[in-house]
């Protein structure tokens, strides 16, 4: 099946540096989703991306849809003690009866010291 | 809750036992997904349903069972056959369904999840 490659695993950084991931697939997908995932909590939408090239902001948060549609990065600019989480990417595409699926990356483990 | 509820909040099991979990949503919305989260890896799809009275399989749906007898609720039993149901279970539901072109592409939002842990 269709792999989703996020990196880094995990961030160790300090609190008032902007950090970023990103998720790469040798697939091409349609749409791009980020979510975070506190402990023991399900995952929360941050971004959707829906057009190669878009370019999305949400607060601190900033995503862009790859123009090769086969990636996508989260930025996050000055982080703070509560964005530590699980970040998640999850790219799906269009293809018959599996229209409504989505692929997702294994995470990124971001934490944040005071 | 994202108008979507899942219960219970943790669930323990017995060798050979079906147990089965819960999952509601209040938004009226068409499409209900079940996901297996294992430490340090991602989602993992096991049924997902569309439309009420229908469901398809996922990547690893072996060792579960789902329903759709109503639009609102879609429980997921774990079966004695799954060898290994220790896990993070992850409902999710999205507004897009059969037909429903004007919504074929919103993004799933999560329930809270249930674990599932065995004696």
């Known amino acids: 099946g269709q792999q989703l490659n996020q990196s880094p695993q995990s961030m160790f950084i300090q609190e008032g540096e902007d950090v970023s991931m990103n998720c790469t697939s040798s697939s091409i997908f349609n749409t791009w989703l980020w979510y975070k995932q506190d402990p023991g909590e399900g995952p929360v939408l941050l971004i959707a991306?829906?057009?190669?090239?878009e370019l999305t902001s949400n607060g601190r948060l900033t995503a862009q849809f790859g123009i090769t549609r086969k990636d996508s990065f989260l930025n996050i600019s000055a982080s703070i003690p509560s964005d530590v989480g699980i970040y998640f990417c999850?790219?799906?595409?269009?293809?018959?009866?599996?229209?409504?699926?989505?692929?997702f990356g294994k995470g990124t483990l971001l934490t944040v010291n005071p | 809750d994202g108008g979507i509820t899942q219960s219970p909040k943790y669930l323990f099991r017995k060798e050979g036992q079906n147990v089965t979990l819960s999952c509601e949503q209040n938004l009226n919305h068409d499409a209900m997904y079940w996901y297996r989260q294992d430490p340090g890896q991602g989602l993992r799809l096991i049924y997902y349903s569309q439309i009420v009275n229908d469901f398809q399989k996922g990547d690893i749906a072996e060792g579960y069972s789902v329903s759709r007898e109503k639009k609102e609720s879609f429980p997921l039993t774990v079966t004695s056959a799954q060898k290994n149901p220790t896990a993070f279970y992850l409902c999710?539901?999205?507004?897009?369904?059969?037909?429903?072109?004007?919504?074929?592409?919103?993004?799933?939002?999560f329930g809270d999840g249930t674990r599932l842990s065995i004696l």
């Open positions: 991306l829906y057009k190669a090239g």
């Open positions: 999710a539901r999205s507004r897009e369904g059969q037909g429903s072109v004007s919504y074929s592409n919103q993004p799933q939002h």
């Open positions: 999850a790219g799906r595409t269009r293809s018959g009866g599996s229209n409504y699926k989505l692929t």
